[in-house]
T-cell receptor, first 113, second 116 residues
Framework: KNQVEQSPQSLIILEGKNCTLQ??????????LRWYKQDTGRGPVSLTI?????NTKSNGRYTATLDADTKQSSLHITASQLSDSASYICVVGSTDSWGKLQFGAGTQVVVTP | NAGVTQTPKFRILKIGQSMTLQCTQDMNHNYMYWYRQDPGMGLKLIYY???????DKGEVPNGYNVSRSTTEDFPLRLELAAPSQTSVYFCASRDRGAGLSNQPQHFGDGTRLSIL
């Protein structure tokens, strides 16, 4: 069973609208939670990294939240742009010696004009 | 900086052939990783390295080998290609950092490999 579950699998939003992506995890022991953006045909690019003590972090129009008690995170995209069309991947890091990461399957976001 | 560079971008192999996927980074990062990404699945770690001369297995190492003779290069070798190895392969690197592992991984743009 995957230790990082993302929802929805995909969504379509109108340009200019907001959306929120969800991530639930069971990875333990927890070290950090990351959100990556992956454009089609490209490698993932880091958006945010949050540790146990952080419950929100922003990167431009992207805002990630973390609730370590319920093991949930969300990524909020504000005022979406066509360039936001991509897969958004939730990644959870463990506290083992080399920082093993568990990757979610991603949420495919399509922004339409 | 070019970041993480992977070659080739695309490759088609026949069953039983061998090949090496190249990965090089110019950020002087100690840590390097190889992942595979299959449709509808999260990335899976194949091998990783914490420095030149040091490599270790990840979650799905069977059928692959790696070497790390320099800080910059981390090639991935497929010895006997099988259809199950059809995938997109990503190389990544990260700085050691002050914390345990709270550094972003920097990814290449992948090698798309088909085994027929």
């Amino acid at each position: 069973k995957n230790q990082v579950e993302q929802s929805p699998q995909s969504l379509i939003i109108l340009e200019g609208k907001n959306c929120t992506l969800q991530c639930n995890y069971t990875v333990s022991p927890f070290s950090n939670l990351r959100w990556y953006k992956q454009d089609t045909g490209r490698g993932p690019v880091s958006l945010t990294i949050m540790t146990f003590s952080e419950n929100t972090k922003s990167n431009g129009r992207y805002t990630a939240t973390l609730d370590a008690d319920t093991k949930q995170s969300s990524l909020h995209i504000t005022a979406s742009q066509l360039s936001d069309s991509a897969s958004y991947i939730c990644v959870v890091g463990s506290t083992d010696s080399w920082g093993k990461l568990q990757f979610g399957a991603g949420t495919q976001v399509v922004v339409t004009p | 900086n070019a970041g993480v560079t992977q070659t080739p971008k695309f490759r088609i192999l026949k069953i039983g052939q061998s090949m090496t996927l190249q990965c090089t980074q110019d950020m002087n990062h100690n840590y390097m990783y190889w992942y595979r990404q299959d449709p509808g699945m999260g990335l899976k770690l194949i091998y990783y390295s914490v420095g030149a001369g040091i490599t270790d297995k990840g979650e799905v190492p069977n059928g692959y080998n790696v070497s790390r003779s320099t800080t910059e290069d981390f090639p991935l070798r497929l010895e006997l290609a099988a259809p199950s190895q059809t995938s997109v392969y990503f190389c990544a690197s990260r700085d050691r950092g002050a914390g345990l592992s709270n550094q972003p991984q920097h990814f290449g743009d992948g090698t798309r490999l088909s085994i027929l």
